[in-house]
């Protein structure tokens, strides 16, 4: 439980919030988006290295434990804007 916490805590301090009809936190400056599954099944290490990375490009990066389609990826990117 307290590794769940310190993960959250960690999406809060870098700006990310969680959006519902999604299940993701997503931080929109930054271009990155994390799924649920995602935070439940990485270290909180691993959390936080990979929301202090730079995103690789102007688009969006999505952190799912199972890569999503290139469809999903771009219906995603198309509705976070």
């Known amino acids: 439980m307290k590794d769940l916490a310190r993960k959250e805590q960690a999406l809060r301090d870098a700006g990310y919030k969680y959006h ?18 995602f935070i439940e099944d990485k270290p909180a ?8 990375e730079d995103a690789p490009g102007p688009g969006w990066h999505f952190f799912f434990t199972k890569e999503p389609s ?6 995603l990117s198309r509705v976070l804007g």
């Open 45 to 52: 290490d691993e959390l936080e290295q990979k929301i202090a």
């Open 70 to 75: 290139d469809a999903v990826q771009r219906e």
């Open 20 to 37: 519902f009809d999604r299940a993701l936190y997503l931080n929109r400056t930054a271009k990155k988006a994390f799924s649920i599954e």
